[in-house]
């Protein structure tokens, strides 16, 4: 079955621009991005590095002006998202792509319930009778695991726990069985026993509905847990990308280790914690050639002439850091700078 | 798979520890009856509601219980609880209540009766007028807010002189003109979006280029609107346009309508240009909801409660115009009785018979005085941060 080979979703060079008062900001610069059938991905990195970006361009809800999609294609199952009409997105998005929120206060509407509002989620893309949407919502409650949905649907936002709201969204975007969704760090303003609930539901929905789940996040204990593959971005460039055994075991790198480094560790006790030096910089005054480099331990000094491209170490997993391929590098693959 | 007895623990607790289940409403009443004046104000409104409601029962009709219009010239200006002269009247002119409660006028018509009438009046102009100026307010402060930095295009404003020219034909019966615009509006239009109007800006000709060149935003064409109507002294503006309309009570509402509508717009502007930006706007794009059902399902009802505060002060100051453009000889047309015709008739007596215009007077001022108290209690209960803590 060719339906079954074509990913589910293909980002393919985008690059996204920021026109405002003083340079043009990149906040993406040429990304690629492929999410197969019933995979999660998990794109890393820290604020500011253009995660939500990415998520919200493919979703279509870039705010233009001042956002200005300058360059790039994406494809969800084959079909080019960028050149569709408004319309046409607006139909595709919730009920094949859904979106999980950041704060899951603020993302419902404080003066309807959340039977309502998951109603309305399904409703606003299918015609069904009042009953069987109310079926549905009573369901959807049910799968995501908040008791007593009969009685818990006429509850306002306001009444629920964080992790029941989070919940409550996350039944939202499933409301129409989409085949992507795109979880923009639903748990990060979760505390961590109920973002484990979270990411267990989150997991146990996927093998249930065969869909595929972009999660965006800056933890890598979370990513861990979830992830079958991961991109990692830095400064609105993917730097490393692979499996989740390739980017934790033999990360390929110096901002994946870095990374790596600053997590707390049961070997680490005692010691003070590792923190990579400086800042991500501001996406219109990058630095040139690797945008790392000024923070990066393993500096040389072409790495601010020239610009590094994705080295290949096999098995999909590559890194965009020719110094350590250099070092490092396995046989077979190929490596190269860029002139600027 | 959760275990049996932890899934029943998590039930029992989310039971008991959840907060009673109390909707907007319920909350909101639950405040208002804390605040006294506010609580006033209703009970006086919904007081007057009933009179009115009863009125209009009443004294309308072929032959209504209480006929506000029989005159009885040899009754004339008898004081109020005076007792009809039963000698000099006909059987069918004798009030049904066997008493004028509120006196009789010049023409010997029962003041109450006439009273009655008015509140009905008064009622449906202050509702109508509101309800037509907050559907107006909202329409376009909704728009002014969501849409406000959407640019308008050349072609857009022709496409709508087109229809509104369109509409004109159609409504003075000249349809081929109307069907032929109407045709010829659509035809431009499609091929425009086929053409010129695409995303991509480089396949535009360029002779057309300039039909897509943006004229102003959304917000500055509302906006400026909305400006440009405050600039009229509102009263003299109604006064004027009821003047050159011949006298009804349609026209009134309609024209008070018409003219009070720029405070709820820029209310709701104000509200929308804060919540568009909430996370609950994004989300609900996220699902693919169209843009209207954004703005008049989700935005609306969170920015409700400064329209009801201004709806509840804008149905005082439409009654109190209402009772102006009739105590000026522009209202409603004379046998109807309105407070402000009751009150204008009674000038004329005021040494004489002064409950012709102390009744009219005292209620106008009792019911606008409870709305405003009831809109000025609202505004406190609904805005958290005016409210007593206690």
């Known amino acids: ?340 | 798979m959760e275990t049996r007895p932890n899934h029943a623990q998590e039930t029992i607790v989310d039971d008991a520890y959840m907060p009673p289940s109390l909707s907007p409403w319920r909350e909101t009443w639950r405040l208002l009856r804390q605040n006294s004046m506010a609580l006033i104000g209703l009970v006086i409104f919904m007081f007057f509601f009933g009179i009115a409601l009863t009125g209009m029962l009443l004294t309308s009709g072929d032959a209504p219980i209480l006929d506000p219009a029989q005159i009885r010239l040899q009754e004339k200006l008898r004081p109020p609880l005076a007792r009809p002269n039963l000698e000099t009247l006909q059987p069918a002119e004798v009030p049904e209540l066997g008493i004028y409660l509120l006196g009789t006028d010049d023409l010997g018509r029962d003041v109450f009766a006439r009273m009655l009438q008015g509140a009905w009046v008064s009622l449906t102009v202050g509702f109508v007028a509101v309800a037509i100026a907050v559907a107006i307010g909202i329409f376009l402060g909704g728009l002014s807010g969501y849409y406000g930095q959407e640019y308008i295009q050349v072609i857009q404003i022709v496409m709508v002189l087109i229809a509104g020219v369109a509409l004109w034909l159609a409504a003075t019966h000249a349809w081929p003109g109307a069907v032929f615009l109407a045709i010829g509006g659509a035809a431009g239009w499609l091929l425009y979006r086929r053409y010129a109007g695409g995303s991509k800006k480089s396949a535009t000709p360029d002779a057309l280029r300039w039909l897509s060149r943006p004229i102003m935003s959304v917000d500055t064409l509302i906006m400026r609107l909305v400006d440009i109507m405050l600039c009229f002294p509102s009263f003299f503006l109604i006064l004027t346009v009821v003047a050159l309309l011949p006298p009804s009570l349609y026209n009134i509402m309609v024209v008070i309508g018409l003219t009070s509508w720029m405070g709820t717009t820029r209310f709701v502007r104000a509200e929308f240009l804060s919540l568009r930006e909430q996370d609950f706007v994004a989300a609900a794009r996220a699902l693919g909801i169209s843009d209207m059902r954004i703005i008049f399902r989700h935005i609306m009802p969170n920015a409700v409660a400064p329209v009801l505060v201004s709806a509840t002060l804008g149905i005082a100051s439409a009654m109190l115009t209402e009772a102006g453009l009739s105590f000026l000889g522009f209202g409603v047309p004379p046998p109807h009785a309105t407070w402000g015709n009751i009150l204008s008739d009674g000038k004329d007596f005021i040494f004489d018979a002064p409950w012709l215009t102390f009744a009219p007077g005292i209620v106008i001022l009792v019911v606008v005085l409870a709305f405003n108290l009831f809109g000025e209690g609202l505004r406190d209960i609904l805005n958290p941060k005016l409210r007593k803590r206690t």
């Open chain 1, 1 to 340: 079955m060719s339906q079954d080979d074509t990913p589910v979703l293909s980002v393919e060079d985008l690059r996204v621009h920021f026109h405002g008062d003083g340079p043009v900001s990149l906040a993406v610069d040429g990304i690629d991005i492929t999410i197969h059938r019933r995979e999660t991905v998990c794109i890393v990195g820290e604020s500011g590095c253009g995660k939500t970006i990415t998520a919200l361009t493919i979703m279509g809800l870039l705010p233009q002006p001042p956002g200005k999609i300058a360059g790039g294609r994406i494809f969800f199952k084959g079909q080019s998202l960028l050149d569709l009409p408004e319309e046409a997105l607006r139909k595709l998005r919730g009920r094949h792509i859904a979106m999980i929120f950041q704060e899951p206060m603020s993302s419902l509407n404080p003066v309807f319930t959340i039977g309502n509002q998951i109603n309305e989620a399904i409703l606003a893309h299918e015609t069904l009778s009042e009953d069987e949407a109310l079926q549905r919502t009573l369901q959807l409650l049910q799968d995501v695991g908040i008791p007593d949905p009969q009685k818990r649907r006429h509850a306002y936002p306001h009444q629920l726990s964080g992790g029941q709201r989070q919940r409550a969204m996350i039944a939202m975007a499933l409301a129409c069985g989409p085949d992507l969704i795109i979880a923009d760090e639903p748990t990060t303003a979760l505390d961590v026993t109920v973002q484990a609930q979270i990411l267990k539901l989150l997991q146990g929905l996927q093998q249930k509905r065969q869909m595929a789940i972009q999660y965006i996040t800056h933890d890598l204990g979370v990513v861990a847990a979830i992830a079958d593959r991961v991109y990692v971005m830095y400064a609105g460039l993917i730097v490393e990308q692979g499996t989740t055994s390739h980017i934790f075991s033999s990360p390929r790198h110096p901002y994946t280790r870095a990374l790596l480094d600053s997590l707390p560790g049961k070997e680490k006790r005692g010691q003070r914690l590792y923190s990579i030096p400086g800042n991500v910089p501001h996406p219109a005054y990058k630095p040139t050639g690797c945008p790392f480099h000024p923070r990066c331990q393993h500096r040389q000094p072409k790495c601010a002439r020239f610009f590094p491209t994705l080295c290949d170490y096999g098995e999909g997993h590559r890194a965009r850091c020719p110094i350590l391929y250099e070092s490092e590098g396995t046989v077979g693959g190929r490596c190269e700078w860029k002139n600027l």
